[in-house]
């Protein structure tokens, strides 16, 4: 063998080069951060349900797909301050950036699917119940 082939064989022995991950979409990150926020907002809520500025937040039940949800990105960012509660500061801020994505770098990338504004303030939970297998 050849000490050319070497490098060569040992190129191949060593297998495929590791596949550099697909950079997320504007799709992919409107939802990602939605549901980020959507969940950051359930955690404010339950440590910290005595603070009054946290109790008087807007809802934040997002659902990219329903129209009305700009509406309800602008209404939260500007619902009064909270100075006792630096996770609203970190929250507002990620809402303002997910509406900036949703209102100007992703919009042509956006389908709305619903306008139903009522549906971002109570949504619909979904459960799974099992069968009942009684004779």
């Given at each position: ?17 590791t ?12 939802l990602?951060l ?10 404010l809520?339950?440590?910290e ?8 937040l ?16 602008r ?5 009064p ?16 950036k997910?509406?900036t994505?949703?209102?100007?770098f ?18 619909i939970?979904v459960?799974?119940?099992?069968p009942?297998?009684?004779?």
């Open positions: 063998m050849t000490p050319q082939l070497l490098p060569l064989l040992l190129l191949l022995l060593a297998g495929p080069p596949a550099q991950p697909v950079p997320p979409t504007c799709y992919s990150r409107m990602a939605s549901r980020e926020i959507t969940a950051d907002f359930q955690s809520q339950a440590t349900p005595s603070e009054l500025c946290v109790r008087y807007p809802r934040l039940y997002l659902d990219i797909h329903n129209y009305c949800v700009l509406a309800k990105l209404d939260f960012v500007a619902s301050q909270c100075w006792k509660v630096a996770q609203v500061d970190a929250l507002k801020d990620k809402v303002r997910l509406y994505i949703m209102n100007s992703c919009r042509r990338d956006l389908v709305f699917l619903s306008d139903d504004c009522n549906a971002l303030e109570y949504p939970l459960t799974t119940v099992l009942d297998h009684q004779s």
